[in-house]
Every structure is written in C-alpha cells, then in structure tokens.
C-alpha cells in the first residue's frame, strides 16, 4: 500500500489516512496518541504553525522502524493521521516527529 498526500507519493504504509483539522497553530506539537493502548489502530495528531517538511515514522522498543507514516511536505495547520497496526505484534511502540528542527517522540501501546 502507497500513501499518497497531495500528488507526492511517500513510502510503502500501511493503513494511514491524514485529515487536515481547521485553524493554524501558533507552535508545533504531537499530541498523544488515541485511543492508548489501542488495537488495531490508533489516531495521531500533530500541528504545524508554518509549510514544512513532515516525517512521521513508528519504532519498535528495539529503535527498528516499522512504519513510515509520513515522509513529505506538509501545509501549516492541525493535521490527525489514522495508524492501522494490524499487521504488528503486542508491544510498546515509539512514534517521532519531525519537522524542521522539531523533534518530539511519544510512546504507544498497541494490545492485541
């Protein structure tokens, strides 16, 4: 599966789906994931005070990727992307964020 944002084709994903959320943020920031723990899948939201270049990806607790959500430029605004997780095992996971020189990691549970 392929996801593809605005006519850019990012890497190979799995169940993502990106909204874009009314308004424009004054800061960056990543929310929590929801629903946490979650099984299959879970919501991430993030928000982006100005365009920027957008990497989402999921980690194991061992630091392997196991998913690239997003690989891309994105639009300033609040944005919320659907993980769909099923093709994954139990466990914790890591999910980052980068934007810019913004860096912010959160931790999910995924219980199956």
Do not use: C, W
Request: without cysteine; glycine residues 8%.
């Amino acid at each position: 599966v392929t996801a593809v944002f605005e006519d850019i084709t990012l890497g190979p994903v799995t169940g993502v789906e990106e909204d874009v959320l009314s308004g424009i943020p004054t800061e960056f920031s990543l929310s929590n994931n929801y629903p946490n723990p979650f099984n299959p899948s879970t919501q991430i939201e993030f928000a982006l005070p100005k365009n920027e270049h957008v990497r989402l990806v999921v980690f194991n607790v061992l630091g392997r990727e196991v998913a690239t959500l997003i690989n891309g430029p994105m639009d300033a605004g609040f944005h919320k992307v659907t993980f769909d997780a099923s093709h994954l095992s139990s466990g914790v996971y890591l999910y980052r964020f980068e934007a810019g020189k913004t860096l912010l990691t959160k931790k999910m549970t995924l219980f199956k």
